[in-house]
Nanobody
Framework: QVQLVESGGGLVQAGGSLRLSCAAS????????MGWYRQSPGNQRELVAV???????NYADSMKGRFTISRDDAANTVYLQMNSLKPEDTAVYYC?????????WGQGTQVTVSS
């Protein structure tokens, strides 16, 4: 079973940037897609961005133009570059690896955006 470890979260002012990393314990090439999700208190976990094994990407509407997902297969790592952060982006961000019916989650990293 692959393990996913997120890093890069923290406290940032509105308008600032953060880069999240998700390091996998083994090759991510085997997975159909790697993604980032987030969950804030009282809300359901929601999709942020997904990147497939072929490099295709998909973003939630509110993240388009601000967030960029990328992957480094040699390093078994997926990144999320977040720019123009807003207070409503405050959440725990989770990395996800998906292979057909298998879903693997990381432990999450907290992102807090102050106004």
């Amino acid at each position: 079973q692959v393990q996913l470890v997120e890093s890069g979260g923290g406290l940032v002012q509105a308008g600032g940037s953060l880069r999240l990393s998700c390091a996998a314990s083994r090759s991510i090439l085997n997975f159909n897609a790697m993604g980032w999700y987030r969950q804030s208190p009282g809300n359901q976990r929601e999709l942020v961005a997904v990147i497939t094994s072929s490099g295709s990407t998909n973003y939630a509407d509110s993240m388009k133009g601000r967030f960029t997902i990328s992957r480094d297969d040699a390093a078994n790592t997926v990144y999320l570059q977040m720019n123009s952060l807003k207070p409503e982006d405050t959440a725990v961000y989770y990395c996800n690896a998906k292979l057909i019916a298998i879903n693997v989650w990381g432990q999450g990293t907290q992102v807090t955006v102050s106004s």
